[in-house]
């Protein structure tokens, strides 16, 4: 028995190559202290989401997927309002479903704190609102780098609304140098790239019947590169969702109709 016992020991070691065992079970013993917590969060706003919680957890391989909801799901807790302690909104288990499914391939803080918004977003008093479906299946395409650029949009673009209500942007002209810091990226091209799916996608808005592009322009050759941006109403809205937010974009941003003042 000592004979084997030695040899199953050395075949763990054997297999264990680069000493990543301790890391690992550090990382198990995280996760679950992490499950417990998310568990009983989730529990309260959306059970049969919880329950689908439980069999990411069991399933030993998804251990780093489980890793990323969790941190989704804590950093949704911080944007929920609880009233004396008590929880009284739910969310529709197919939208939770969809964030949990998405969300957990996520491991870039700022991605995480878009889905929890979502989360928050999703909850309401009847468990009937569907309509954060929308947003999750735009944010799961987004990049890191799109995702800095929308928050940086919506946050310092001029921001209006109509006589309905209804948000619109004026767009922007941000110099390379900007972008760059913005983004956190030095590469011009994927920068290109980044601007032309963002367009595709309905994000950013232009072309010629806007009077501006939805990217790069290319005027004098002397003259610094720049790029004129402007979020569409949808990319707003996203926003505005990934904050946790479940009012209006008009109630988010605090904007009252001023009368033709859309330019």
């Known amino acids: 028995m000592k004979s084997f016992n030695k040899m199953e020991a050395h075949n763990k070691k054997s297999l264990d190559l680069l000493g990543l065992a301790p890391y690992g079970e550090a990382i198990k013993l995280s996760i679950e202290k992490g499950f417990e917590g998310a568990q009983a969060i989730l529990s309260r706003i959306c059970l049969p989401a919880a329950d689908e919680l439980g069999l990411l957890f069991q399933d ?89 650029l929308l928050s940086y949009l919506c946050c310092n673009c001029t921001l209006s609304v109509d006589k309905n209500g209804l948000i619109f ?20 091209h994927r920068l290109d790239i980044e601007f032309d799916n963002l367009a595709s996608i309905k994000i950013l808005k232009g072309g010629m019947l806007d009077g501006h592009a939805a990217g790069f322009t290319f005027n004098d050759p002397s003259e610094e590169m ?18 946790g937010f479940r009012g209006s974009p008009k109630e988010y941003f605090k904007l009252e109709y001023v009368g033709n003042n859309k330019t």
């Open 60 to 148: 030993k391989i998804r251990h780093w997927r489980l890793n990323n909801i969790i941190k989704i799901i804590q950093k949704a807790e911080g944007k929920l309002v609880f009233e004396n302690d008590n929880l009284n909104l739910t969310a529709h288990p197919r939208v939770i479903k969809e964030i949990i499914d998405n969300g957990s391939w996520c491991d870039n803080d700022e991605l995480q704190n878009m889905w929890a918004g979502l989360i928050t977003s999703s909850c309401n008093e009847l468990n009937n609102d569907d309509g954060n479906l929308l947003f999750v299946d735009t944010l799961k395409r987004l990049t890191v780098i799109q995702v800095r």
């Open 226 to 243: 720049k790029a004129e941006l402007e979020p569409s109403p949808f990319a707003i809205a996203l926003y505005v969702r990934a904050q």
């Open 169 to 188: 942007a004026k767009h922007i002209v941000l110099g390379l140098d900007d972008l760059l810091k913005i983004t956190g990226t030095d590469n011009i």
